[in-house]
């Protein structure tokens, strides 16, 4: 993988819906912190109803901060499928964490989707992880978006396939890599 040497590794972990990107990001952190090393970042977690039914996301940092991505419910705003988008706690959580993040900590995002991407606020923050020297692992949608694809071509960046058959053997392989890479 990219990331030994000089060069911070830079990884975007792309995948279906349901390969299990969420799950490779949330162990990667859990094996990160049990390394003893500093991790920075947020997940999406699924909200769910009566019967198991998906009603939207929640945001959750690494430091236990909580807020709505996106809901059924949810009026106004970008509507991304049938949630609509709660752009104002996306950018009052997630995007501090992507514009203060610094070295000696590494960065987990969770994820670059269409309905983080429905803000500008957010894909500018992205990018300035990208011009700063941080070591960045993030889940990415395997749909095409002008973004991500762009992303995806960068010579900094590594796209690692997730897939139902490798996501439970990826977590450790990443966090040895970034973990090399932060020692």
Do not use: Q
């Not at 990331?3 to 490779?24: H, I, M, Q, S």
């Not at 807020?67 to 997630?94: F, K, N, S, T």
């Not at 070295?103 to 987990?108: A, F, R, T």
């Amino acid at each position: 993988m990219a990331g030994t040497g000089a060069n911070p590794p830079r990884l975007l972990l792309e995948g279906r819906p349901g390969a299990g990107k969420t799950t490779v990001a949330v162990r990667l952190i859990e094996l990160l912190e049990a390394d003893g090393l500093r991790v920075t970042g947020f997940v999406a977690r699924e909200v769910r109803g009566n019967r198991g039914r998906r009603l939207g996301f929640e945001l959750e940092t690494v430091d236990g901060r909580h807020g709505l991505l996106a809901h059924v419910d949810l009026r106004g705003g970008p509507r991304v499928g049938r949630y609509g988008v709660a752009l104002d706690d996306l950018e009052r959580i997630a995007v501090p964490i992507l514009e203060r993040a610094a070295g000696g900590s590494i960065l987990v995002v969770d994820e670059l989707g269409k309905m983080e991407l429905a803000s500008a606020r957010f894909r500018d923050a992205v990018a300035g992880v990208l011009a700063r020297p941080l070591p960045l692992v993030a889940t990415v949608h395997a749909f095409a978006h002008p973004f991500t694809d762009a992303l995806k071509r960068d010579a900094s960046v590594t796209v690692v396939p997730v897939t139902r058959g490798n996501r439970d053997a990826l977590a450790p392989e990443l966090a040895a890599c970034v973990g090399s890479w932060a020692r």
